[in-house]
């Protein structure tokens, strides 16, 4: 049977590739968006290399101290998530799940041994992201939904300001379970005022629906609706289809031509340059550089310019014919191929050096000898794995399977093995090497900000430092 299983989770961070998670809840349901079994919810317990920000507590309500006495090794929940996740013909879905929660997954089976991407695809499992169709709803058919607006008078997307405005039950937003009710609630009221955009955004989770619309030939102007577009102009942009990306075959360069393409006219250098300067450095004349990438694998939401009626043209002040002609001068540059290939190549950025875990995107993909050494990880028990670790086929699985033991199973760990995994925890909490979330003077420098804006009550700052203490003395650090 074909389900959505609706999830999220509370991290101790918002840095997807450091950050590990606290909390863990989902709810599958059927396609008409009826709850199916029961539903999960649990904690994960933090490790000792590192400190949660004090920001994640005051937001969550969740303290180390809880996580520690409710929640699972970092192993254990990963295989729990895993399980859930991997049913076959699953569709995994929340709000924003693309960009945080989907990334959280990747790099949590990569530390804990496991393919990081295979319950994505295999058994006709998908996954699926609810923003970019909220986005696409403002922008293009906004009918039957309160939009709300923030404290500056701006409209904004949080899924707690949607609940309220639309009396959806959002009791104890930022609880992971609580977060997973609303958005089913809200993926319930979309479909009902909206249901062909609903089915349409649907299928491009897939990415030849994506790639069907990004026409290298015709190289039509396509309706985008992103993030990346500015709220005020309805999340909206004209873009034409370029070419493929230089060295991901999963993106796409796209060109905006709801502004003017001054940049052609500049050598491919200072193209790449002016790129990625900072937003407030563009002006009125020389507007932000108009390309952008598509990523095909990450469910775009891409439309046909036959989507817009004149409503949506007035609304959000297109000139169509500005856009048409702008098309036509990018498409006729004799250097366009060059400036893409000098503004997206990757050989000259530098690269940093970090550990094993933090290396998802950067080490290259699994080798067969690495995928099979995984596997025969999690058909070992804990205590033989340290005689495994000995036929280690590289020395980043070498890596990762010494911190999965260190985490998950210290009891394992041989005296010199205790020792080295001691000096991690004090490295990485004097700020001497990289950790997955705050070394220590980085905590302290974080509560002191909390306490100056009066952020965080006394309580859970007593409750946190305690915790920071006890790591400290633990790492043996005087």
């Given at each position: 049977?074909d389900?959505?299983y609706?999830y ?7 840095d997807t ?5 606290c909390?863990?809840?989902g709810i599958?349901t ?10 999960a919810?649990f904690f994960?317990?933090?490790s000792p290399d590192?400190l949660?920000?004090?920001m ?7 303290t180390?101290?809880?996580?520690l006495?409710?929640?699972l090794s970092?192993?254990?929940?990963c295989?729990e ?5 991997s049913?076959?013909s ?8 693309i ?5 959280l997954?990747?790099?949590?089976l990569?530390r ?5 991407y295979e319950r994505?695809?295999?058994?006709n499992?998908s ?10 709803c403002?922008?293009?058919?906004p009918?039957g ?8 008078g ?8 949607l609940t309220l405005?639309?009396n959806i ?11 997973v009710?609303?958005?089913i609630a809200l ?10 955009l609903f ?9 030849q629906?994506?790639l069907n619309?990004?026409d290298f030939?015709?190289?039509d ?6 993030g990346r577009?500015?709220v005020e102009?309805?999340c909206?942009?004209?873009?034409i289809p ?5 060295s991901?075959p ?9 502004v003017?393409p001054?940049?052609?006219?500049l ?10 300067r900072n ?5 009125q ?21 036959s ?10 002040q ?5 856009a048409k002609d702008w098309?036509?001068?990018?498409l ?6 060059e400036?893409?290939?000098?503004v ?5 950025e ?6 094993a ?6 080490g ?9 050494f ?7 028990p804990?205590g ?8 280690s086929?590289?020395e980043r699985i070498?890596e990762?399977l010494?911190?999965?033991r ?9 005296p010199?093995?205790a020792?080295q995994w001691?000096?991690v925890?004090r ?5 001497e090497e ?6 220590y003077p ?18 859970l700052a007593?409750s946190l ?8 003395v633990?790492?043996?650090i005087?």
């Open positions: 049977m389900t959505f609706w999220d989770y509370e991290s101790w961070g918002t590739r450091r950050v590990h998670p909390q863990f809840a599958r059927d396609m008409e968006l009826n709850e199916v079994g029961e539903p919810m994960s317990r933090p590192y949660p920000h004090p994640a507590s005051v937001v969550t309500g969740i180390p101290q809880r996580a006495a409710e929640g970092e192993a254990e929940f295989r998530v895993l399980t859930e996740l049913v076959p699953t569709c995994s879905v929340g709000y924003n799940t960009s945080y929660d989907d990334e997954t990747r790099h949590m990569y804990c041994l496991y393919p990081p994505e695809f295999r058994n499992n996954r699926w992201d609810l923003l970019d169709l909220v986005r696409a403002f922008a293009l058919r009918e939904i309160q939009w709300p607006v923030d404290s500056k701006k409209h904004s997307f949080k899924l707690e300001l405005a639309n039950s959002h009791v104890g937003a930022h609880d992971a379970l609580v977060d009710r609303a958005t993926a319930r009221l979309i479909r009902q005022h909206q249901p062909k089915d349409y955004a649907f299928n491009l989770r897939k990415k629906h994506v619309h990004l030939i015709k190289q102007i396509l309706v985008h609706i992103s577009y500015n102009e309805g909206l942009g004209l873009v370029i070419q493929l990306h230089p991901n999963n993106s796409i360069v796209v060109a905006d031509v709801r003017e001054w940049w052609l006219s050598p491919p250098v200072q193209v790449r340059e002016l790129m990625f937003q407030e450095e563009w002006t004349e020389q507007p932000r550089i108009s390309l952008r990438t598509i990523q095909v694998n990450k469910c775009p939401f891409i439309a046909p310019l989507t817009l009626d004149d409503n949506i043209v007035k609304r959000w297109l000139d169509l014919s500005k098309r036509e001068k990018i006729k540059s004799k250097h366009l191929s400036i893409i290939n000098t997206y190549d990757s050989s000259s530098e690269l940093h050096q970090l550990p875990e933090f290396g998802l995107y950067s290259g993909f699994m080798s067969n000898l690495e995928t099979n995984m596997q025969k990880v999690h058909r070992n804990p033989q794995l340290a005689s495994l670790a000995q036929d086929p590289s070498e990762l010494f911190l999965y260190a985490r998950n199973f210290p009891d394992t760990l041989f010199k093995e020792e001691q000096r925890c490295r990485r909490l004097l700020g990289t950790c997955p979330g705050l070394n980085q905590f302290q420098a974080a509560m002191t900000e909390l306490k100056k804006a009066s952020l965080i009550t006394p309580q007593q430092e305690h915790y920071a203490q006890e790591l400290i633990k790492a043996g005087n």
